[in-house]
């Protein structure tokens, strides 16, 4: 009898740690096909301390991003129906997939070519808008991270975008490497910036917040790099789709960027 | 193509949601009552992050939404797995610490449950990061259900109805509006390329989709374009000043209801307060 659960504990403890390595790779494998649901961070996962936090920081962007917005409306009333549209759009794209190496699929963020032709403040009120259905329609992110969500998509991504592209168009690089590095960096930071969010959220008991900062990160880079580049590259095609066949349509829009103050 | 399955099925569901908002037997409720419950339930269940209190919520929440508003068991079960992927990377990620020596160092310092060495670090599972995981993820699926409740038995309309109520920036909901009628034309423009392309083998290679993506993706843009510029002009040929008018609907405020949302309200404060005093999980 005794033996029995000598040989017993002695197994358990053999098998404890390949068991833990093949639960975590097979947990990690499973969400890799959906990862769509990555960029947000879903309902009730932050505390609410936290969560109030994110939200108290995002109202004065919102509320610059619907002043500027207010500016345009009234001097041109169809960019109303225009950043309407544009909301549609980011929607609708946030439910297709990208199709990837894996065979995993995940889905473009738009927060790239969103600030890139209508400017970042404006895109922080779409991003809202925009995170509120995929909460309602697609329970895809959530009412109480509503906050942090917006904050990391719509405030941090377009910003990094909007900079980057500003930047680098000044420097006279190559407009598709612009486009590019603008929407792979929006991808990356508002990817990084949910991190952040989650480390500050749940720090490790020893080596606190730093720790588990490179936790998340390294959870989520397995997804999140290539999807960044994938993203930059879609962009990328579709600007040139959008130059060679609408130039027309993307001079009207460059008016809008140029009334939308940064 | 199982990806496309996949596709199709998300798809299908979002759309559900949407569906069942406007045909459920709770239609008729007044959405104030309806939105009210969802919010005061999700935030006490966020505010006491109690296993069992998330457990009674997610059992009330389930109950409500497939017993009073009829929604499908099936259909409800499979929109509860949606959030699952996260869910779980997320959790597991709560669970496990990390550590440089063999113990956990922390105030308590506890015994590792399972652990890995690589070189000077470890990482493992403690009971605290444990119980810490389960707290999560019990709040979470219970505050989902809570959304869930609200998503499924309140038309968008409605929601923006109580926005007008509680005064946000008419600018604000005027966008959402707008947004709103507007998914679903383009969801069904873009669905009617996507199979326009892959019929003609768009999709064959990740060469061809990545280009067949980014075709997609600008004539849809140019699409919005056109789209916006046709609804402005229409508008603007009735007589449009700015402003979108509708007429709110009428729902009757029902007594009962009220008073059955504060009794278990006041219930579920009252068990949340009574498992936290008892150091209950």
Redesign the interface.
């Known amino acids: 009898m005794r033996m029995l659960s000598e040989i017993m504990k002695s197994s358990l403890k053999k098998i404890?740690?390949p068991v833990?390595?093949i639960l975590?790779s097979a947990?990690?494998l499973?969400?890799l096909?959906?990862?769509a649901?990555?960029m947000?961070i879903?309902?009730?996962?932050l505390?609410?301390n936290w969560?109030g936090f994110w939200f108290v920081l995002t109202i004065p962007f919102l509320i610059l991003g619907?002043r500027s917005?207010?500016k345009t409306?009234?001097a041109a009333?169809?960019v109303?129906?225009?950043?309407?549209?544009?909301?549609?759009?980011a929607?609708?794209?946030s439910?297709?997939?990208?199709?990837s190496?894996t065979?995993s699929?995940s889905h473009?963020t738009g927060v790239g070519?969103g600030a890139i032709m209508f400017g970042p403040l404006a895109m922080v009120?779409?991003g809202c808008?925009?995170l509120?259905?995929q909460?309602?329609?697609?329970?895809?992110g959530?009412?109480?991270t509503l906050g942090a969500n917006t904050f990391s998509m719509a405030v941090v991504g377009p910003i990094a975008a909007f900079v980057v592209y500003r930047v680098l168009k000044k420097t006279g690089a190559p407009g598709w490497l612009a486009v590019f590095l603008a929407a792979a960096a929006g991808n990356m930071l508002t990817y990084i910036t949910t991190s952040v969010q989650?480390a500050l959220a749940?720090p490790?008991?020893?080596?606190g917040f730093a720790?588990a900062l490179a936790?998340?990160l390294g959870?989520?880079a397995v997804t999140q790099l290539p999807l960044a580049i994938?993203e930059g590259?879609?962009t990328?095609?579709?600007f040139?789709?959008?130059t060679t066949?609408?130039r027309q349509?993307l001079l009207e829009?460059s008016v809008i960027t140029e009334e939308v103050p940064q | 193509m199982s990806?496309e399955g996949?596709?199709q099925q998300?798809?299908r569901y979002?759309l559900k949601?949407?569906s069942f908002a406007y045909a459920n037997k709770l239609r008729n409720v007044h959405p104030a009552e309806k939105t009210a419950f969802a919010?005061t339930t999700?935030?006490l269940?966020?505010?006491f992050?109690s296993v069992t209190l998330s457990a009674v919520i997610i059992i009330l929440m389930a109950g409500v939404t497939v017993g009073l508003a009829g929604i499908p068991v099936k259909t409800y079960l499979r929109?509860m797995f949606?959030?699952f992927?996260?869910?779980?990377?997320?959790v597991?990620?709560?669970a496990?610490?990390?550590?440089?020596g063999d113990t956990?160092?922390?105030?308590n310092a506890a015994e590792w449950l399972?652990k890995?060495k690589i070189s000077k670090i470890a990482l493992?599972?403690?009971p605290?990061g444990l119980l810490?995981a389960a707290r999560?993820f019990f709040?979470?699926?219970?505050?989902?259900s809570c959304?869930?409740f609200?998503?499924l038995t309140t038309p968008?309309v409605e929601?923006a109805m109580m926005m007008r109520k509680i005064k946000l920036?008419a600018?604000?909901i005027?966008?959402?509006e707008?947004?709103?009628?507007?998914?679903f034309?383009?969801?069904k423009t873009?669905e009617d390329i996507?199979t326009s392309q892959s019929s003609r083998w768009g999709?064959s290679s990740?060469k061809n989709?990545?280009?067949s993506?980014?075709?997609?993706?600008?004539?849809?843009?140019?699409r919005?374009?056109h789209?916006?510029?046709e609804?402005?002009t229409t508008?603007t040929a009735r007589g449009?000043t700015?402003q979108l008018n509708v007429l709110a609907p009428q729902y009757p405020v029902s007594a009962a209801n009220i008073t059955l949302i504060i009794i278990v309200e006041t219930f579920l404060v009252i068990s949340a307060v009574l498992l936290e005093v008892n150091k209950f999980v």
Do not use: W
Request: include cysteine; aromatic fraction near 12%; hydrophobic fraction near 60%.
């Open positions: 404890k740690l833990f390595i975590y947990a990690l499973l969400t096909p959906q990862n649901y990555a947000h879903m309902e009730g996962f505390p609410v969560a619907l917005i207010q409306v009234t009333p169809s109303k129906m225009l950043l309407g549209l544009a909301g549609a759009f929607f609708v794209l439910a297709l997939k990208i199709p190496v065979g699929c473009p070519l009120v779409l808008i925009v509120i259905f909460a309602l329609l697609l329970a895809h959530g009412v109480t989650l749940f490790l008991q020893s080596g720790a936790k998340f959870v989520f994938m590259i879609l990328v095609v579709v040139n789709v959008l066949y609408n349509e829009l | 990806g996949n596709k998300k798809k979002m949601i949407d919010l999700m935030l269940c966020l505010i992050s929109l949606l959030p992927s996260f869910l779980l990377v997320g597991i990620t709560v496990v610490s990390a550590s440089a956990v160092v922390g105030a399972v890995i493992g599972i403690t605290e810490a999560l709040k979470s699926l219970g505050t989902v959304l869930y609200m998503s968008f929601i920036p600018l604000f005027e966008l959402t707008i947004i709103y009628r507007f998914i034309v383009l969801l873009a996507y999709y990740f989709s990545m280009n993506l980014g075709c997609l993706t600008a004539a849809l843009f140019v919005s374009l789209r916006s510029q609804l402005f508008l449009y700015g």
